[in-house]
């Protein structure tokens, strides 16, 4: 048998909990000393204690944890609700880390606040371009929703293009669209420039037209685009042009470092 400071210690909880548990009659003692009162538990009594701080993350309260002891639930069925609470759990830290990651972006929007220069931005004619692309819907045009979509657009793309046995594709050129849902959904086309003749399967082929664009070349994440994003904007309105359209995105260096990355913000504008 184990003394109730031993038994907390092999449990990984506290004598205070333990103490807890045996008040409320959700573990007992397999003895107490009639002289001492101490207590004494026995090394099968692992197995409940693990069953009840599982339950416990599970979100269940004591005396839910209690009654579905009572029932005997089997290892089995423990492991299949443990595995559902890991996924939500998952889940909701990764929400979080969205959050989070969103919240940052406004962030650094807000410290650049006119500190970022507009020198750098150009009123240049973009020509035709060829693309193969894959399409998908984001849930919005904000960095959060559209990373998420457009990476795995991205993977498939290249995939196929290189299955297809087409050479000589790239840069990357994303596009978007309203998806006409009156949501705020829009349309994510994750595009190659390829050469003439180029196919793949189940890839499509198009030619975005030529455009006049205020641009602007963004060092850095695409997370972190939007301060990149509203200084062009700012340049667009105190500069005699309005914005007709989603900006297109030339990532014209595209390292494994994201921190690396080098896009050109093409914003197609015409005079206001």
């Not at 457009?150 to 793309?157: H, R, S, T």
Request: charged share 25%.
């Amino acid at each position: 048998m184990f003394t109730i400071g031993d038994f907390a210690r092999h449990g990984r909880v506290s004598v205070r909990m333990l103490r807890h548990y045996d008040a409320i009659g959700l573990l007992r003692p397999a003895h107490v000393d009639p002289h001492s009162g101490y207590r004494f538990y026995e090394a099968d009594q692992l197995a409940r204690l693990n069953r009840v701080i599982a339950l416990k993350e599970l979100g269940f309260t004591l005396e839910q944890v209690g009654s579905i002891l009572d029932e005997q639930v089997g290892a089995e069925e423990l492991r299949g609700m443990l595995r559902l609470r890991q996924a939500e759990l998952e889940t909701a830290l990764a929400e979080a880390a969205g959050r989070l990651a969103r919240v940052g972006a406004r962030l650094r929007a807000i410290e650049s606040e006119g500190h970022m220069s507009t020198q750098d931005v150009v009123i240049k004619k973009v020509p035709p371009v060829r693309l193969a692309e894959l399409s998908g819907v984001a849930a919005s045009f904000g960095p959060g929703d559209i990373g998420p979509v457009i990476q795995p657009l991205y993977d498939e793309l290249c995939a196929r293009l290189e299955a297809a046995g087409v050479t000589g594709f790239g840069p990357g050129i994303a596009y978007y669209e309203d998806a006409g849902r009156g949501d705020g959904s829009v349309v994510v086309h994750a595009g190659m420039t390829v050469p003439a003749g180029a196919a793949a399967e189940g890839v499509d082929l198009v030619v975005l037209p030529a455009l006049e664009a205020a641009t602007v070349v963004h060092r850095g994440s695409m997370d972190d685009i939007l301060p990149t994003a509203q200084t062009l904007a700012t340049w667009i309105d105190t500069n005699g042009y309005r914005s007709v359209g989603y900006a297109r995105e030339l990532y014209l260096e595209c390292p494994e470092d994201r921190a690396k990355w080098v896009t050109e913000i093409q914003e197609p504008v015409v005079p206001a």
